[in-house]
T-cell receptor, first 113, second 111 residues
Framework: GDSVTQMEGPVTLSEEAFLTINCTYTATGYPSLFWYVQYPGEGLQLLLKATKADDKGSNKGFEATYRKETTSFHLEKGSVQVSDSAVYFCALSDPSQGGKLIFGQGTELSVKP | DTAVSQTPKYLVTQMGNDKSIKCEQNLGHDTMYWYKQDSKKFLKIMFSYNNKELIINETVPNRFSPKSPDKAHLNLHINSLELGDSAVYFC??????????FGSGTRLTVV
């Protein structure tokens, strides 16, 4: 079945460092890809999404490009802030699987001042 | 405000009890979901309803019974609660697989 694999955390960075969180997927159909963020004690918020190959999603300085050839959707940010500390989830939605969101295991990011 | 709202936010109960979590969305979405987040933050779908009809039921014990009185509501009833049911439960809704909106979660603690 469909699955999502993220790099393991926790990831600890200094403020203004470059961030990459790797995400790869397997899918039988043509999924849409998402990054969600969960701040401590809160629910899930959509960070960005891409619905087809080569699309780039971006929001709040974060970017991710849907790479069909490498089945990847890596999250990047050029300069992280302390306020970016959270758990980040990569996810896919495959219409052939009923449209449910399938999540990676989450990557905890801690940004130190 | 347009949102997915679920109640209660926190629920502490004893083993063996029966409890319900309620969810409502005012986004006009056709599909609603329940997800479970375990202690390691892993998120897994439990159920999905589309226009009040069950479309996904992911190997969840039959002590868990979702109920959708209309397409704006999806409640989760849990019978005979066990310690392993302790988790955060998220309700979500979506439209045409593109826009998913999550509730703020219900932290269930079984003691």
């Amino acid at each position: 079945g469909d699955s999502v694999t993220q790099m393991e955390g926790p990831v600890t960075l200094s403020e203004e460092a470059f961030l990459t969180i790797n995400c790869t997927y397997t899918a039988t159909g043509y999924p849409s890809l998402f990054w969600y963020v969960q701040y401590p004690g809160e629910g899930l918020q959509l960070l960005l999404k891409a619905t087809k190959a080569d699309d780039k999603g971006s929001n709040k300085g974060f970017e991710a490009t849907y790479r069909k050839e490498t089945t990847s959707f890596h999250l990047e940010k050029g300069s992280v802030q302390v306020s970016d500390s959270a758990v980040y989830f990569c996810a896919l939605s495959d219409p052939s699987q009923g449209g449910k969101l399938i999540f990676g295991q989450g990557t905890e990011l801690s940004v130190k001042p | 405000d347009t949102a997915v709202s679920q109640t209660p936010k926190y629920l502490v109960t004893q083993m063996g009890n029966d409890k319900s979590i309620k969810c409502e969305q005012n986004l006009g979405h056709d599909t609603m979901y329940w997800y479970k987040q375990d202690s390691k933050k892993f998120l897994k779908i439990m159920f999905s309803y589309n226009n009040k009809e069950l479309i996904i039921n992911e190997t969840v014990p039959n002590r868990f019974s979702p109920k959708s009185p209309d397409k704006a509501h999806l409640n989760l009833h849990i019978n005979s609660l066990e310690l392993g049911d302790s988790a955060v439960y998220f309700c979500a809704s979506s439209q045409q697989n593109y826009g998913y909106t999550f509730g703020s979660g219900t932290r269930l603690t079984v003691v």
